[in-house]
């Protein structure tokens, strides 16, 4: 594990948690994110709200934010009428913006007489080639004939480049739906010799295999190879898959594991919208996360659908410790 990754964990107690979903919180605080960048949207029309969640996030006790960027693509930004400049301006900006809130949370964390939180890690986040579709195929990894991974790794190149050159702690890759994204993105940080520790993490639909059908271990034979990639995992995956796909992962790998489901809610690419959970079962989220961390993974936190109240429970849960509520800050 990274030093700053290890030593997070280590403050946490053992399981350092994650913040929750992102693109939820800016919309429950009023954003509009119907648009082909979605929750990215809101770092042309609504900074200052993607400030405020990193800061509820943080309130919560998240130990590790995660920016603003997961669909903010330099394509999507350029079909927006954008520069180039001014693309690669707005995904700086991302990792800016949860570097102030963490900095920010952090100074008035110190002045407190009781202190409940850690500095908290930034972490850069990168969406799947899917996501910048925006067709549904980040839930299916079906990404057509026609794609290889070369054109994958020309996707992903610059946004690596100039997220990894803002600063961030981390570079969390989140919710990889294929076998082919992640040895792209494998074989990119070793080309670019990325110094920034990533993580990787998949998403599934069945709890038993990636989004593709192709199975944990296929993939971790080549994530196990790499020194880039130091923590592996799983987000946006209904939570009563995450328990055995974390007993998965620990027999195919040595790296440290992160899981941050969504509410088990379906991301419906289509209709643009989510639809109810099929079995969540009758553990709460954060009963869940205990029994997460039980089963070996060293850092937890939710994805979609899931809110700081959310977090605050899973920190309270992992850390026993309970995070003040906003009023009191
Ligand atoms: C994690 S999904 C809900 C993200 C949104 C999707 N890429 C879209 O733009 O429709
Ligand atoms: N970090 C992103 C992941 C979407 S799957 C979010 O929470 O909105
Ligand atoms: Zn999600």
Known sequence: MAVAVEEIVRRAGGCAV???????????????????????ACLITKPHLIKEVHMQ?????????????????????LARGML???????????????LEARDEFWKSTLRKSKPVYNRALVAASIGSYGAYLADGSEYSGSYGEDITAE???????????VLASAGPDLIAFEAIPNKMEAQALVELLEEENIQVPSWICF????????????????????????????????????PQFIEGIIRELKKQT??????????????????????????????????????????????????????PSTIRAVSKVLKGKTAYSATQI
Do not use: M
């Not at 994650?18 to 990215?40: K, M, R, V, Y």
């Open 18 to 40: 994650i913040d929750g979903g992102f693109a939820t919180q800016l919309e429950a605080l009023g954003a509009d994110i119907n648009d082909p960048l979605w929750s990215a």
């Open 57 to 77: 996030y943080l309130e919560a006790g998240a130990d590790v934010i995660i920016s603003s960027s997961y669909q903010a693509t330099i394509p999507g930004f």
């Open 84 to 98: 180039l400049e001014e693309a690669e301006g707005l995904l700086r900006r991302s990792i800016e913006l949860a």
């Open 151 to 161: 054109k994958l790794k020309d996707f992903h190149r610059r946004r690596l480049q």
């Open 203 to 238: 998403s599934s639909v069945d709890g038993k295999n990636l989004c593709s059908g192709e199975s944990f271990a296929e993939c971790l034979q080549f994530l196990n190879a790499s020194n880039k990639v130091t923590i592996v995992g799983v987000n946006c995956t209904p």
């Open 254 to 307: 040595k790296k440290a594991i992160a899981v941050y489901p969504n509410s088990g809610e379906i991301w419906d690419g289509r209709a643009k919208r989510w639809l109810p959970a099929q079995c969540f079962g009758h553990k709460s989220f954060d009963a869940l996360a205990k029994r997460w961390q039980e089963a070996g993974a060293s850092l937890v936190g939710g994805c979609c659908r899931t809110t």
